[in-house]
């Protein structure tokens, strides 16, 4: 009970203070008017799909623009989509696969195979990276090395258009071998370029072997089907 007593007479003792107006008061407690700041940010749900698709048509372009210009960069890795490597492995597997379709015993598996190497080549390299310390996804890995699939491409499309304006076998041979080369070396600098900010250091030879393979077999394979295009042209009476 004189507990009681006393702790009421403490809290009694709470009334006679008084705060100074002179006293700043620090914080603030008013309460926002205006609408969230979260309600203002852009959203693509009430974008119209016309904005939509030519943004995406803008960002696919200005990849190739980089691809075109290669320098150290991380935008690619940055910004990754799969647009432009689609489009561009569909269209070198249509080449391979129209070349391929004039000779009777082949199936045309060249379509399967382009998929295959790039996203084998893609899953490869990305492991490889990592175990070498570098920070890189699978999908980064397959959106710079499918862009920079577009010198091979159109020293596809350069090879076969020589191939129609050419007769001799040897000459139109060493035109695409030199087209093919060029554009194989332009395609490991400019994904080199694109992924140094995603390796290691002191271990960048270890990580562009790979790189170099992988535009080594797409190399291969188009000089393969080029040169029994050439030949096969040249026997045919």
Same mark, same amino acid.
């Given at each position: 009970?004189?507990?009681?007593?006393?702790?009421?007479r403490s809290f009694a003792g709470l009334s006679d203070v008084s705060i100074s107006e002179d006293i700043p008061v620090e914080g603030d407690i008013s309460v926002p008017v205006g609408p969230s700041r979260r309600?203002?940010?852009?959203?693509?749900?009430?974008?119209?799909?016309?904005?939509?698709?030519?943004?995406?048509?803008?960002?696919?372009?200005?990849?190739?623009?980089?691809?075109?210009?290669?320098?150290?960069?991380?935008?690619?890795?940055?910004?990754?989509?799969?647009?432009?490597?689609?489009?561009?492995?569909?269209?070198?597997?249509?080449?391979?696969?129209?070349?391929?379709?004039?000779?009777?015993?082949?199936?045309?598996?060249?379509?399967?195979?382009?998929?295959?190497?790039?996203?084998?080549? +893609?899953?490869?390299?990305?492991?490889?990276?990592?175990?070498?310390?570098?920070?890189?996804?699978? $999908?980064?890995?397959?959106?710079?090395?499918?862009?920079? @699939?577009?010198?091979?491409?159109?020293?596809?499309?350069?090879?076969?258009?020589?191939?129609?304006?050419?007769?001799?076998?040897?000459?139109?041979?060493?035109?695409?071998?030199?087209?093919?080369?060029?554009? $194989?070396?332009? +395609?490991?600098?400019?994904?080199?370029? $694109?992924?140094?900010? +995603?390796?290691?250091?002191?271990?960048?030879?270890?990580?562009?072997?790979?790189?170099?393979?992988?535009?080594?077999? @797409?190399?291969?394979?188009?000089?393969?089907?080029?040169?029994?295009?050439?030949?096969?042209?040249?026997?045919?009476?």
């Amino acid at each position: 009970m004189a507990a009681s007593e006393e702790a009421s007479r403490s809290f009694a003792g709470l009334s006679d203070v008084s705060i100074s107006e002179d006293i700043p008061v620090e914080g603030d407690i008013s309460v926002p008017v205006g609408p969230s700041r979260r309600d203002d940010e852009f959203s693509t749900l009430d974008e119209p799909v016309k904005d939509t698709i030519m943004r995406d048509l803008r960002a696919v372009g200005n990849k190739f623009i980089h691809v075109l210009y290669p320098k150290r960069n991380s935008a690619l890795l940055r910004d990754w989509d799969l647009w432009g490597p689609l489009l561009l492995c569909v269209t070198l597997a249509l080449l391979l696969q129209g070349g391929a379709a004039d000779h009777e015993d082949q199936g045309g598996p060249q379509f399967a195979e382009v998929f295959v190497i790039v996203w084998f080549g +893609s899953m490869i390299i990305t492991l490889n990276t990592k175990l070498l310390g570098g920070t890189i996804s699978i $999908f980064q890995s397959l959106c710079v090395l499918g862009y920079c @699939i577009m010198p091979l491409t159109v020293a596809m499309v350069v090879c076969r258009i020589v191939l129609l304006f050419s007769s001799e076998g040897v000459i139109t041979f060493a035109v695409q071998l030199a087209v093919v080369v060029a554009s $194989f070396g332009w +395609s490991t600098f400019a994904s080199t370029a $694109f992924l140094a900010d +995603s390796q290691p250091p002191n271990r960048k030879a270890l990580v562009v072997y790979p790189v170099f393979l992988f535009y080594f077999v @797409i190399a291969w394979m188009i000089l393969t089907y080029l040169l029994q295009q050439v030949f096969s042209k040249r026997t045919q009476p």
